[in-house]
């Protein structure tokens, strides 16, 4: 059973584990739809607090999501990395290090997010999706910022616009549900087991090189073409940056699959969280 307090849906321990993927995912929903009002107050303290102040505070939190972008466009310049013949070096690195950023902070974002609930929160019965959605504010507008630079650069470059390219929202969907869905699953288990966050951040750094953000990967190794089966960042990143600029996919199979696969563990990773919340709730 379950019990309501002040529009609060509280699970208990029994409940929770005999919950279904279709009943997590719809209280998902019901929780961020009742609750909605919170969460955007709490995102809106986010970015006050981040963005209010002396002007050279705002400016370093505008530049700071765009500086490693611009190293590595630097470096791409002076040819220090491989590139894609198809696209300009600086628009290239510049799609694919928002792309992966947005991949890997959500995913830790989501762990911090569970590792840093209080206990004042189990003791007023709010939901715990609530804080954690709302430790999203700084994701949203650091892609923001991210886009606003790559805007600016595929005008510099002159890219030509097409259409298709304002569907770009509806791309990185797939993407952000796989990295909820994992995030969610190895936060609750990093509850028990603290050391997985450490462990994510660290394979992490490594991934982003086999990304496809900063260059390709060397099409004539025979290991690569193995592993981009696998390769489920780099599937997203480059499918992403190829359908948003040049309006065409290499890999449409592969990124229907990993779309799918990306949905399917988003709903693990909700039911997952919503089945240990009591036992999180617990532990805090």
């Not at 989501?110 to 709302?134: E, G, K, Y």
Request: charged share 15%; glycine share 4%.
């Amino acid at each position: 059973m379950h019990n309501k307090t002040t529009n609060n849906t509280v699970y208990d321990a029994d409940t929770a584990e005999r919950m279904g993927s279709l009943t997590a995912v719809i209280g998902f929903v019901r929780t961020l739809r009742q609750h909605w009002p919170q969460v955007r107050l709490n995102m809106a303290q986010d970015w006050h607090e981040t963005y209010r102040g002396t002007y050279m505070k705002l400016l370093w939190a505008i530049l700071m999501p765009i500086v490693p972008m611009s190293v590595f466009m630097l470096l791409a310049k002076i040819r220090i990395f491989q590139s894609d013949g198809r696209f300009p070096a600086g628009v290239y690195i510049a799609a694919g290090i928002t792309i992966w950023m947005l991949f890997a902070e959500t995913i830790t974002i989501t762990i911090n997010a569970v590792r840093s609930l209080s206990h004042s929160l189990a003791d007023a019965q709010t939901p715990l999706i609530v804080p954690l959605v709302s430790n999203y504010s700084m994701l949203f507008s650091d892609t923001a910022i991210r886009l606003l630079a790559l805007l600016v650069w595929v005008l510099i470059e002159k890219v030509p616009f097409q259409w298709y390219m304002l569907a770009f929202p509806l791309l990185f969907i797939p993407m952000i549900a796989f990295s909820i869905g994992l995030g969610l699953i190895l936060a609750t288990f990093n509850i028990v087991l603290p050391d997985i966050d450490q462990l994510t951040g660290m394979i992490l750094r490594y991934a982003i090189f086999f990304s496809h953000a900063f260059f390709p990967l060397p099409a004539e190794a025979a290991w690569v073409a193995k592993f981009a089966y696998f390769n489920i960042p780099g599937i997203f990143v480059v499918n992403i940056r190829e359908l948003l600029i040049l309006g065409e996919c290499s890999q449409p199979t592969l990124f229907v699959v990993a779309s799918i696969f990306g949905v399917i563990l988003f709903v693990l990773g909700i039911r997952t969280f919503f089945r240990l919340e009591p036992h999180i709730i617990e532990r805090l």
